[in-house]
């Protein structure tokens, strides 16, 4: 079974800029998590959508949003770009949240500098 | 607000040596526990939870609710349990269900 998919790997913007990173979830996985780390912060909770509704949302500014599709794909956009929001981020599916009855599985992350 | 602590940035100890990474918590209600690893140039993966009470690799982890702990343990360390451990707990209720709140990390080295 494919394991979850982040896009791009790596992605070098200017502040200012906006940005879109993409997940794809395991296969029947309806639930993705979005994750920053940082060395400062260590990792931290973005947001998390199920069946295309926002469920959970981290301590973030307005500017970084997401959404999820039909097909349980995510996006996670950050408007904006601040030297800051440099950081790997990391995408997370599971089944269903919640519960601890289902692990999270992680993506690779997309590795974002912001200059 | 939940928090969870690792109390070591680093931990080194020689092949052979027991292991103790340790990790706590606070949380009003009752938590789930995860301990999840990152070796060198991989992703983060789930190394064992608290809700199956198995061992994983030689690891165990009891959750202590007493001292709002959760420490790692393994016997006799490996050279190839060297990587990255996190801490993490997931709420069991309301508007935070389902999110993780992760330790800041401990970075094990086993030596030769």
């Known amino acids: 079974k494919a394991g979850v998919t982040q896009t791009p790997r790596y992605l070098i913007k200017t502040r200012g800029q906006q940005v879109t990173l993409s997940c794809s979830p395991i296969s029947g996985h309806r639930s993705v998590s979005w994750y920053q780390q940082t060395p400062g912060q260590g990792l931290q909770f973005l947001f998390e959508?199920?069946?295309?509704?926002?469920?959970n949302k981290g301590n973030f500014p307005g500017r970084f949003s997401g959404r999820q599709f039909s097909n349980s794909r995510s996006e996670m956009n950050v408007s904006t770009l601040e030297l800051g929001d440099s950081a790997l981020y990391l995408c997370?599916?599971?089944?269903?949240?919640?519960?601890?009855?289902?692990?999270?599985?992680f993506g690779p992350g997309t590795r974002l500098t912001v200059t | 607000a939940q928090r969870v602590t690792q109390p070591e940035k680093l931990l080194s100890v020689f092949k052979g040596a027991p292991v103790e990474l340790k990790c706590n918590y606070s949380y009003s209600g009752s938590p789930e526990l995860f301990w999840y690893v990152q070796y060198s140039r991989q992703r983060l993966q789930l190394l064992l939870r608290h809700i199956s009470r198995e061992s994983i690799k030689g690891f165990t982890a009891d959750l202590n609710k007493g001292e709002t702990s959760f420490h790692l343990k393994k016997p006799f360390a490996q050279e190839e349990d060297s990587a990255m451990y996190y801490c993490?707990?997931?709420?069991?209720?309301?508007?935070?269900?389902?999110?993780?709140?992760f330790g800041r990390g401990t970075q094990l080295t086993v030596w030769p």
């Open positions: 959508y199920f069946s295309e509704t926002q469920r």
């Open positions: 997370a599916s599971s089944l269903s949240p919640g519960n601890g009855a289902y692990e999270q599985y």
């Open positions: 993490a707990l997931e709420a069991d209720r309301g508007s935070t269900l389902g999110r993780l709140y």
